[in-house]
């Protein structure tokens, strides 16, 4: 257990609606970030929130955005949804400063697009 | 960020040492070399990092070669529970805190 929750963890949508995909940090974490993971592959980093702004941003079009809340807790949003954007969402928390110490890691929200 | 090199897939029997090799010969004098571990249909969890001497906790140990342009990490008695995919990621010392996972070693485990 990492104290990191998602939800939901399971849904399918269609190609073109959009989602919305909750990540809770754990607590006294500042710092959330999503990755998304596709069958085979290792985690891609997306992007990070920290102190309610997005500080930091992977290869990802702006169709992928998110929130972050005065907890901490988080949102990931998809618009359009394309049939490549089936992949094991991810959410890490950390704090913010600590690079050298360890990301904690929910155990995703898995998304198919049909 | 600098890459590393892993095998695809490793083998080992139960109750024996591993070693999981990674190759990282661009890495930078503040990267430090994190390991990860994804157990199936869970998120990735922390193993073990370190920046140029050997590091060992309740989990593994981590060899870092003496130039740094490889390490190994070393679960001392493998157990099924072990049986996941491992990453090897040169982490900045500084800039955005997030991580760039390559596909990693799949660890078999057999009993």
């Known amino acids: 257990e990492t104290g990191v929750t998602q939800s939901p963890t399971h849904l399918i949508k269609t190609r073109g609606q959009q989602v919305t995909l909750r990540c809770s940090s754990q607590?006294?974490?500042?710092?959330v970030s999503w990755y998304q993971q596709a069958l085979g592959q290792g985690p891609q980093f997306i992007f990070q929130?920290?102190?309610?702004?997005?500080?930091g941003r992977g290869n990802f079009p702006p169709r992928f955005s998110g929130l972050q809340f005065p907890n901490y807790s988080s949102e990931l949003n998809v618009n359009a949804l394309e049939l490549d954007d089936s992949a094991l969402y991810l959410c890490?928390?950390?704090?913010?400063?600590?690079?050298?110490?360890?990301?904690?890691f929910g155990e995703g929200s898995r998304l198919t697009v049909l | 960020d600098a890459k590393t090199t892993q095998p695809n897939s490793m083998e080992s029997n139960e109750e024996e040492p591993v070693h999981l090799p990674c190759n990282h010969s661009?890495?930078?004098?503040?990267?430090?070399i994190h390991w990860y571990r994804q157990l199936p249909s869970q998120g990735p969890e922390y193993v073990i990092h370190?920046?140029?001497s050997n590091v060992n906790n309740r989990m593994a140990s981590l060899a870092i070669a003496e130039d740094r342009k490889s390490s190994t990490l070393i679960l001392h008695r493998a157990t099924l529970r072990d049986a996941a995919v491992y990453y090897c990621?040169?982490?900045?010392?500084?800039?955005?805190?997030?991580?760039?996972f390559g596909t990693g070693t799949r660890l078999t485990v057999i009993p």
């Open positions: 370190g920046l140029t």
């Open positions: 607590s006294g974490h500042n710092t």
């Open positions: 890490a928390s950390s704090l913010m400063g600590m690079n050298t110490g360890e990301l904690f």
């Open positions: 929130y920290y102190r309610e702004e997005e500080n």
């Open positions: 661009t890495i930078s004098g503040t990267d430090y």
């Open positions: 990621i040169l982490r900045a010392s500084t800039g955005a805190n997030n991580l760039f």
